[in-house]
């Protein structure tokens, strides 16, 4: 029995290291925050299979029918080559896994590493434990990995909150202090539900043609990011520092307002993306709302005019105000000083042209992204361009060199095949976008989808509006998960052509696509989970 013992610790461990890898990516996907975790294991099939699961239903099972095997005893053998079996086949589980690169991992950075360690060591300390059963024993272990992760989770948020406290600290005395050396230092917030990323991209890109621009790197829109970006690379000279704000409950923008004092804010949108985090909608206007709160008397707003939530808190603000809009006409002129407008859209495969009016004037710009949903984040970045000084000539160049960031409607060709890359998120307006965008292709449609997250309580009827939405334009959808199926599902038969919807691993999904498509296709992938399938095509 002690050569069964020691085959069954192996495929113990070989499984043990998987789940633990697997929890912490889970973990640090949904940044070690315990709400988004919740309602990952709550509100999403993913997370409701781990915990409910007829093979995790089983485990239980088994741990639950040890005190029976204890009073018949003659029944102890057979129970522990059991275990033996349920641990070899879940070693067999995460062979499959290395062998089709399925195995989930987290980003290595040193915080994860400490958890990694410290996990293990704790898993080791209890392995060897006098326990009468070893076999039981090593059951309840594995049952218990979700709370040794979760508890060492929270043993390391504790010096990471302090060492966080700190840099925070030495941020706000460092932007305090330039600011006193160099009183021309503007600091422009950009917040909202959707488009924020890349509205803080293009604004930064354009200003850095004529200022010394300092912008938040990637999606460092929390506070120890943005404190990071100061530390790292504020510089005397720095004259604009453009900062993304993001915020998952009400207080946290006004809290990285108070950090940075921004002069200016942008709102790119508000909806329902995160409205399990929020509580409801209302909630996230506020949450938005608190940049334009923050502003100072001699402040300006930029609000977008064609979100509604953002058109109803442009009409509350009483600070200087912009709305900027995309217009469907064939406008030559406004009479609204307080408007800027882009109109004339001209959508290509490679780029995407319109003019925009300024004042008394009308220019007529080129920038080379992908669809045209990215005048509408480009609009503010052309204002402020406009009223900080820049000329049309200079307006003009700084918009025909605009680069995306990486993953967010990035085009790619393979064997005469398009491929977009849109994995940086996925929501209800970035699928609407591509969906406008894979018009323009007359071959085959194919979307990969990981179906949206936090949407609250109005999930099952976002999903199938989307699904409807996806049928109308889409061949094929093919999902990287289950969640809201049925919803998406409902949506696409309601459509009026016919799409076919394919649920599956990111192996099963690069396999079918690569064998239907063909030249003049155009595949494009959507979410986070649809880069693995990416990564795997052609």
Known sequence: MNIIFALTSLFFFLWIVRNVLFWIALWQLKEYRFDRVKIHLLETMQGQTLLFSPWNMVRWVVILLYPLVVIYERHIWSYQWLIFFIFFLLALQVLREVFFHLVKRPVITIKALMIIAFVFFIIALLYVLPIANQFV??????????????????????????????????????????????????????????????????????????????????????????????????????????????????????????????????????????????GDLENTKQAKYELMESLPKNGLALFNGNNQNAVELYKKSKKKKILYKVKNTSLSKITDEKEVAAYGIVTEKNAVSFSVVLGKKSLRLTAPLVGAHNVENILPGVFLAHHLGMNDAEIKKAISVLVPIPKTMILHQALGVSIVDDTFNANP????????????????????????????????????????????????????????????????????????VVVGNTLFISQRISALSQKGDIITCEGKEAAFVLDRLF
């Open 429 to 500: 307006q970035a699928v609407r976008a591509v969906l406008e965008y894979m018009k323009l292709y007359t071959g085959k449609r194919i979307l990969v989808m990981q179906p949206m997250i936090e949407l609250g309580k109005n999930a099952s009827e976002e999903h199938e509006l989307i699904g409807k939405e996806i049928g109308n334009v889409c061949d094929f959808l093919f999902l990287t998960n289950k969640n809201f199926y049925q919803d998406i599902l409902r949506g696409v038969k309601k459509s009026k052509k016919k799409c076919v």
């Open 137 to 278: 024993w090593l059951m309840i272990l594995d049952k218990l990995v979700v709370l040794i992760v979760a508890f060492a989770i929270f043993a390391f948020s504790i010096p990471t909150e302090f060492y966080r406290d700190l840099q925070i600290e030495k941020a706000v005395r460092k932007i305090e202090n330039y600011k006193r050396i160099n009183k021309k230092l503007l600091v422009i917030g950009i917040t909202g539900s959707y488009g924020k990323s890349s509205t803080k991209e293009y604004v930064a890109q354009m200003l850095d043609k004529k200022f010394n621009v300092l912008k938040t790197q990637g999606t460092n829109n929390t506070p120890i990011g943005i404190a990071n970006t100061i530390l790292q690379s504020l510089r005397k000279d720095t004259q604009i520092f453009v900062v993304e704000m993001g915020a998952y409950k009400k207080g946290e923008i006004a809290q990285l307002c108070e950090m940075v004092r921004p002069t200016i804010g942008i709102l790119t949108a508000v909806n329902m993306q995160h409205a399990s985090l929020f």
